[in-house]
């Protein structure tokens, strides 16, 4: 061996030394990885938001509470203990102001059909100012829903998410409507659309729930039985209109509807199956299960 290859063996032998140390220092002063963090979204919920729409909702929650706006909330008295749950998940326009000590003042969650989309506009200050901490999960028909320029519904949350980016606004996939259309005749044997029937956004609510909440507490939502009982309190379709059509009234009229009603008594009965196979109580008034 020559004395310049024996130099040259030297110096790559000092040069992996130095390398091995640094690599060592490296590792042992670095700070520790982060906590491990929620790395798969929810499926079907996709978020509005300028220039992409690939976004799933990364959420979940130990306790949910899912807020009815019906009438059966009005005196109450549960606002307080509502507000101590983790996650609070209220329907469309349904306020809180003025009426916190039935039905509490947080919002964690507020899901929306596309029909009461107008209403939080008319008070979009409200709803995506105030309430900037809300994650807002909208549904409607692809017809309203499209990304082509053509769906209304969704051309209104694209400005509302321009103008409020901070604002989580995300949209029901189509699939995930398919879905749940595909769940309703598996619970009922009926088709819904050749019915005629229409879900409400309890039951699109409803399936959220049972999406990322490990356990639910379901407020002032009737059983399917309530309304034939002859002693049934007689209350507003929703607590904030208390001018309105009763509760029972209206359940009665859709459920019989031909065309383009909500099937609430039909719904309830499908709450009430799942009841028994998740965790979930019926609280104002209680269930019997």
Known sequence: MNYQMFRWL???SLSLSLLLWFGHV??????PPPPAVQTTGLRGYIRITPGRMDQ????????????SSSGQMIGAGIGEEIDKIG???RMNNAPTQGFETDVGSRTSIRVVSHTSVPLLVKNEHYYFQQSADTTYVFWGPDRNMRQDGKGHVFNTLLRIA????NVRIYAVTREKIQYCDGVFQNETGKNRMKTGAFLSTGFFTMIL??????????YGMIDDNYCSRANHSVVPYHYYEKNRIDECRMYRVHEHTQR???????EKAIYGRWATRHKMEFKHPSWSL
Request: aromatic share 6%.
């Open 56 to 67: 799933l909702l990364y959420m979940h929650c130990n306790q949910c509470a899912l807020v």
């Open 87 to 89: 996650c609070v998940m």
């Open 26 to 31: 490296i590792i042992r002063d670095s700070p």
């Open 162 to 165: 321009e103008k409020y980016p």
């Open 260 to 266: 383009g009603g909500h099937r609430f008594i039909t």
């Open 209 to 218: 729930a049972l999406d990322l909440c490990d356990s639910i507490h379901v």
């Open 10 to 12: 030297c110096l790559l």
